[in-house]
């Protein structure tokens, strides 16, 4: 992270780290869920980190298949899981599933990110637990909103 002197904390783009404008300002309310990310596509796993840091969240731990994930998330500590489907080793609907076979409902939560954007898909990423299913592509400011709607629903 950096800081830009005129506004609030922000993050740049690598591409351009002296440039101010487009930064995207950080949220200033303090909702951080210990967070992890979870993608084998590392443009991909990278905007995911940044978006779900525009949302507010903490984000503990960014991996690139679901082994790794599902180490992490054993591990303790993860309040939030944002998993792709198609990963190396595990899937996302397989972490899913081994997570919750194990613990309660709400531990961790998890939200699925897929190009799969048939019915049957959603439907099976939401009937094995998941409590979002985003498809790609996606809007990086959509799916932080969509992140905050979740954050305030899990809050009420």
């Known amino acids: 992270m950096q800081f830009c002197p005129s506004r609030s904390p922000v993050i740049r783009c690598a591409r351009s780290?002296?440039?101010?404008?487009g930064s995207i300002p950080l949220p200033t309310e303090n909702r951080a869920l210990r967070t992890l990310v979870a993608d084998d596509d590392s443009?991909?796993?990278s905007l995911m980190e940044i978006t779900a840091i525009m949302a507010g969240l903490d984000v503990v731990s960014v991996v690139s298949d679901g082994r790794a994930a599902l180490e992490v998330i054993e591990?303790?500590?993860i309040e939030l899981a944002i998993l792709d489907v198609s990963m190396p080793e595990m899937?996302?609907?397989e972490v899913l599933a081994s997570i919750?076979?194990?613990r309660p409902r709400t531990e961790p939560r998890v939200v699925i990110v897929s190009a799969s954007v048939d019915a049957a898909s959603l439907a099976a990423g939401l009937e094995s637990g998941a409590d979002d299913y985003v498809t790609k592509p996606f809007s990086p400011r959509?799916?932080?909103e969509r992140l905050k709607e979740l954050?305030?629903?899990w809050d009420a």
């Open 151 to 153: 954050i305030e629903e």
């Open 43 to 45: 443009d991909i796993r």
């Open 75 to 77: 591990r303790g500590g």
């Open 91 to 93: 899937s996302g609907l």
């Open 17 to 21: 780290p002296n440039a101010c404008a």
């Open 100 to 102: 919750r076979s194990s």
């Open 142 to 144: 959509r799916f932080a």
